[in-house]
């Protein structure tokens, strides 16, 4: 379920001005995608599952694709390997959630995971196809420039592979099955002569409900202050009756509730009221933050660890940022300054120049023709005159 995509994208277009080339990694399964810059995490599977469980018609329009991609409800199972973003308690309470029956691959049995590996290995033989792969080794590599290569942004990225998936893979016939991928799952929804459908599954109607049973959460005692996550502060009215709450069934113990956060964007976290069953979202308890993503937070903790840093608290951590921040946007406005200046460089060379004859100019000496002499107006001479 879980694989490395071995190509290398070139961001030069969707990150100025930094011009820089990333691995970047995928989860794949026949029902969903999920494309990430970063290493695979329970994130990336969580939102793997999601795309897999719910309908892709609004996501196939924004990438501005024809094709279709039938594939969506809760699935009866789930297939794993021992990796240990499937072994978190985050994909376990979700498919407790969603009764989904949750089954890992026996260590030394690779045979149990032949299908999904040969649906990978077809989608990295043609993704290796593909200018500025990295290829499966570097031995295999060799002498070829992978970043030089790369012409991808990651949005050309996940509409290519898309298109590949929803194009070629689904309509082309499997040699095992002797019909396509679409065929197969069109006659276990719909049935055959011979073989009884299971009919078309709900949908989900409250998509951001599912995102959100996948995310990462943490299990915290609501405080006075609030709660905190990464020596962050967050509050909110809503934490208030739960405050200082003690465990129903051991009044010794102070109760821990469930949150949740998006590493996109850390300054929310999302409160799972037990009585009400349903999220909250509780901001940031000092509002003026910046909203950051959890990489960009522990790059802002990083750069005070190298300053030598002792005491690291919330308000170092964001003024770090901010720092950072600025050092950003300095740079990014002085790369469009020169990125202007060439441009307009570039365009002058092209300009239409109006061609005239190239006269010497004539000195004070010099005799000149009658059509060379003008009259000199005298300023407001006709005025003057009338």
Known sequence: MLEQIASVLDLRQERQPVFCR????????????????????????????????????????????????PCWGVMQRIHADNGKE????????????????????PVKTLHYGAYIERLLGTFNKEIHSLPGT?????????????????????????KWIVTYITGVYHQRKHSSLLSSPMQQYEKGILGTEELLGRGLPRRIVDE?????????????????YG????????????????????????????????????????????????EVKDYFRIPYRDTAHSPMSIWEFRAARRSLEKQGVKA????????????????EAQARAETK????????????KHIYQPK????????????????????VIQPFAELEEL
């Open 86 to 105: 499937f072994r978190g308690n985050v994909l376990r309470r979700a498919c407790q959630e969603y009764s989904i029956d949750l089954e890992w691959r």
């Open 356 to 375: 005239a004859k190239l006269t010497k100019a004539l000195s004070e000496t010099e005799a000149r023709n009658d059509y060379d002499t003008f009259p």
């Open 22 to 69: 990333h691995r970047v990694f995928a989860v794949v399964d026949e029902q969903g995608i999920y494309i990430s810059l970063d290493p695979p995490n329970v994130m990336s599977v969580g939102l793997c599952i999601a795309h897999a469980i719910l309908p892709k018609e609004h996501w196939l329009d924004r990438l501005g694709l024809s094709t279709s991609w």
């Open 227 to 274: 709660v905190v996550v990464d020596e962050v502060h967050y509050y909110s009215d809503v934490l208030r009756r739960y405050v200082n709450a003690k465990e129903p069934s051991d009044t010794r113990k102070k109760r821990k509730f469930t949150f949740r956060r998006d590493p996109l964007d850390i300054s929310t976290l999302y409160f799972f009221d037990p």
């Open 312 to 327: 690291i608290n919330e308000g170092l951590i964001f003024q770090s940022y901010e720092q950072m921040r600025s050092i």
């Open 134 to 158: 990295t290829f499966s080794s570097p031995s295999e590599r060799g002498e070829y420039d992978s970043e030089g290569q790369a012409v991808m942004t990651m949005t050309e990225f996940e």
């Open 337 to 348: 300054h020169v990125r202007r200046k060439n441009q307009q460089r570039q365009y002058n």
């Open 208 to 224: 951001d409900r599912l995102r959100l049973d996948l995310m990462p959460f943490f299990e915290r005692a609501v405080q006075p």
